[in-house]
């Protein structure tokens, strides 16, 4: 063979990588972004089924085959990046094949840890006194709770008017409601609550670790805003707005926030023998709080669960 025919094979060789090669970033590329889209749709799906709760959605994880963490963190990443179309053409570079491992790109949005700044029993409130209800169907005793100390799901506004119409009826005069909310939808909490209760300042907890990219804003989110809300008359007292976090708590619940930050603003917004109410409890971390010295009387809701202490 001629040196004249040995590279035109060398260069038909090369060319033929070349093609294959990208047939295979092409092919990896819409692998990556299928697998992206599906999660992102079972995460819209099941935060659009209202009645789903803990019970049904360990029984949904099984049912498919999944583990109950695959559905919470598909649904967070739902929740964080409402439309996925910008969200993948934000991650790829140059076009194909870039989007990041799945794994890897959930953990920047959940960062995993368990750090633990109060000691905390084996066998705690988390665990003890279980019974089912829901705050919306509970008959409450009117003007009762000093505090209502909750973290509710913050893209489900009609919630927020359950729960601005329990703290009207609920709070004495002078209680609180506290609650942590999302930047997305902070306009519409405010509008919501300030139907029901007096506005009165939002306070900032600062992430302990790495926060998550908010990729429809282009916003490298550092804190979380914390509403607070009054049933007049004001009371005289100074309150601090500005909270360093620990850092992640998920050992009980995906969406579990930090016990240190709810002790803190229970004893900042109530005082020891008083009752505090958490409608939203999720793992319990507040009824947990309330449970640590000096006391506080306590009454915690989940979906299908009710915890008193």
Known sequence: ???????????????????????????????GEALYRGKHALGIRVLDEKRLDGRTQAELAKRLGISQQTISDAKRFAEQNPDIT???????????????????????LLPRGQPSFVP???????NE????????????????VHLILTDPPYSNLELWHDLGSLAQ???????????YTGHVFLPDVLDILRQYLNYHWILALKFGTKGPLM??????????????????????????????GPGTEKTHHPWQQDLQTFRTLIDQFSQP????????AGAGTVAEACNLEPKRRCIAYEVNKLASC
């Open 273 to 280: 023998g008083q009752i505090v109410m958490d409608p939203m």
């Open 169 to 179: 009826r609920v709070l004495v005069d002078g209680g609180w409601l506290v609650a």
């Open 120 to 126: 905390v029993a084996k066998n705690s409130i988390r």
């Open 215 to 244: 990729f429809q804003r282009h916003v490298f989110v550092s804190w979380r805003p914390i509403v607070v809300f009054y049933k007049p008359p004001l009371q005289d007292m100074w309150i601090q707005d500005f909270f360093q």
């Open 129 to 144: 006194g279980v019974l089912e209800g829901d705050f919306r169907e509970a008959d409450h005793e009117e003007e009762s």
């Open 1 to 31: 063979m001629t040196e004249t025919a040995l590279a035109k094979l060398d260069q038909w060789f090369e060319l033929l990588v070349e093609d294959c090669q990208t047939i295979l970033d092409r092919t990896k590329g819409q692998v």
């Open 86 to 108: 910008l969200y993948i053409s934000s991650r790829f570079t140059n076009g194909v094949g870039k989007l990041p491992s799945w794994r890897r790109e959930v953990a920047q």
